[in-house]
């Protein structure tokens, strides 16, 4: 059985699980095959966190302890190592499964081949990883000799805000380091200031820093950014740099906004920050490339979750539960106002302006949300 294949046909079981571990460069991947009616079902690598310490072994232990919460469980799992807890997972599994399970460890013939093949396929996942980390590793290098930061930063958060004519208005940051983006990190907010002004992004920016930096500053388990991305200007550096002074948060962080270039033109970026002169990035080069992305996917996250927020709030609104008001007036009304709560707010002479919203239906509106 070659490396790099994984649709293997087994003839001498039909349904277990692989997983092979293999470790290298101070990181491990776990390879797992999935066979189910003698059939190939896929194959994934995992890369689990670890300390220097643990042993091969300890990791893969460790690992299949986690991995099968909600996953199926299947009748059997073949592994590369002897685990030293391999008892206690036989019995958890299979109490969990409601049958047998059994862990082997293949010594020869067809299970220990495939075996093999997945822990080759778990070096050469590995192994691209690490090039691939490597060369994050030369871009952060970039990046703090750009940002004059003392070395290369192992949190970056980018945030951007999203609305469309100031509904729905929403804020977001994207985390990037050394291993790439961290996705699980995301984080969105709903703005919430009621005298936030629709469309007011410099009064958006500065709610959001507000939040976060303050949950930063009461809570020594968060980690904080080394590098904070914003998607702007040089005003929305000062909202920021205002924000977080008045946190006493500004020391802890470095701040650098990145306004789009003339026409919107990526690659014509001007680059932000306290203390220097605007300056740009010679075009087509690797930092501007990646700088570029992180941008672009803090942009794409904050527009994905003002686009879920407005889709929810079109099939499930307050304004749903008042007779009278179909999907046309409550398209006209939030067209409008901008949102529900600024039709909760108006008055029944104001309402009476929609077309369509007689003013005996806005004095209804008017009465229910003011009852």
């Not at 092979?20 to 896929?42: E, M, P, S, T």
């Not at 299979?94 to 059994?102: D, L, S």
């Not at 500053?217 to 950014?225: A, C, N």
């Not at 398209?331 to 929609?354: I, N």
Request: charged letters at 25%.
């Amino acid at each position: 059985v070659s490396a790099g294949r994984t649709h293997v046909t087994p003839q001498t079981f039909g349904e277990a699980d692989i997983a092979a571990i293999y470790r290298d460069g101070g990181q491990a991947c776990v390879q797992v095959f999935f066979f189910r009616a003698g059939q190939n079902w896929g194959t994934h690598a995992y890369y689990p966190r670890h300390s220097k310490d643990q042993s091969t072994a300890e990791i893969l232990d460790a690992f299949l302890a986690q991995f099968y919460l909600g996953k199926p469980i299947p009748k059997q799992l073949f592994v590369n190592q002897d685990l030293p807890n391999k008892h206690l997972l036989e019995v958890g599994l299979a109490e969990r499964r409601g049958r047998a399970f059994k862990i082997k460890r293949p010594k020869r013939g067809e299970k220990h081949d495939i075996v093999q093949l997945a822990e080759r396929n778990a070096a050469e996942a590995l192994a691209r990883k690490l090039a691939e980390t490597a060369s994050q590793s030369r871009l952060l290098k970039g990046v703090a000799e750009i940002f004059d930061l003392s070395e290369p930063p192992e949190r970056i958060e980018v945030y951007d805000n999203s609305h469309i004519q100031g509904t729905n208005a929403t804020g977001a940051f994207i985390v990037a380091g050394p291993e790439g983006f961290l996705k699980r990190e995301y984080r969105t907010f709903n703005i919430k200031d009621i005298t936030t002004e629709p469309g007011d992004d410099y009064a958006m920016m500065a709610e959001v820093m507000r939040r976060r930096f303050s949950r930063l500053m009461k809570d020594d388990s968060l980690v904080w950014p080394d590098l904070v991305l914003i998607d702007g200007g040089k005003g929305q550096l000062s909202v920021v740099r205002e924000t977080l002074e008045d946190l006493g948060a500004l020391e802890r962080t470095t701040l650098v906004a990145i306004a789009k270039g003339v026409d919107r033109n990526a690659g014509r970026e001007t680059f932000h920050m306290i203390g220097r002169d605007a300056f740009s990035l010679p075009p087509r080069t690797p930092v501007l490339y990646y700088l570029q992305r992180l941008r672009d996917e803090a942009h794409r996250f904050a527009i994905g979750t003002h686009r879920a927020k407005r889709k929810k709030q079109m099939h499930t609104n307050p304004l749903d539960d008042i007779s009278g008001i179909g999907p046309g007036r409550k398209k006209a009304l939030l067209a409008y106002f901008g949102s529900a709560k600024m039709v909760a707010t108006a008055t029944a002479d104001d309402l009476s302006k929609v077309d369509g919203v007689s003013k005996k239906l806005a004095q209804a509106i008017h009465d229910h949300f003011n009852e």
